[in-house]
């Protein structure tokens, strides 16, 4: 088991920045790949960003890219989102992820399907108009 505890989360203006950051415990962290996920109310959970266990991999969805980064610090057992030029549509319930994963084609492909690993509880963005 890998316990996962968000923080960070908050209301900020439209452009602004937040960091959240995602603590682990339970399981040697630097074994794991991390990931971010979030849903915003009546959507699905969709897929955020992506780190490998190394840090030597990272993945982005297309909407974020160039305004969130992702990194993690093994040293610490933390994962973090750095999301800057927010925008209303960021508004969701933001969700760190833990997950065993042994190739790259699992990274990409089955990864952000966010079906697999262990989740946090969720910390809520709201970005204002």
């Known amino acids: 088991q890998v316990q996962l505890v968000e923080s960070g989360g908050g209301l900020v203006q439209a452009g602004g920045s937040l960091r959240l950051s995602c603590a682990a415990s339970?399981?040697?962290?630097?074994?794991?790949?991390m990931g971010w996920f979030r849903q915003a109310p009546g959507k699905e959970r969709e897929f955020v960003a992506a780190?490998?266990?190394?840090?030597?991999?990272?993945y982005y969805t297309d909407s974020v890219k160039g305004r969130f980064t992702i990194s993690r610090d093994n040293a610490k057992n933390t994962v973090y989102l750095q999301m800057n030029s927010l925008k209303p549509e960021d508004t969701a319930v933001y969700y760190c992820n833990a997950a065993l994963v042994l190739s790259k084609a699992t990274m990409t492909e089955e990864y952000p399907r966010g079906t697999f690993g262990f989740w946090g509880q969720g910390t809520q963005v709201t970005v204002s108009s």
């Open positions: 780190i490998s266990w190394n840090g030597g991999s990272i």
């Open positions: 339970g399981r040697t962290f630097s074994n794991y790949a």
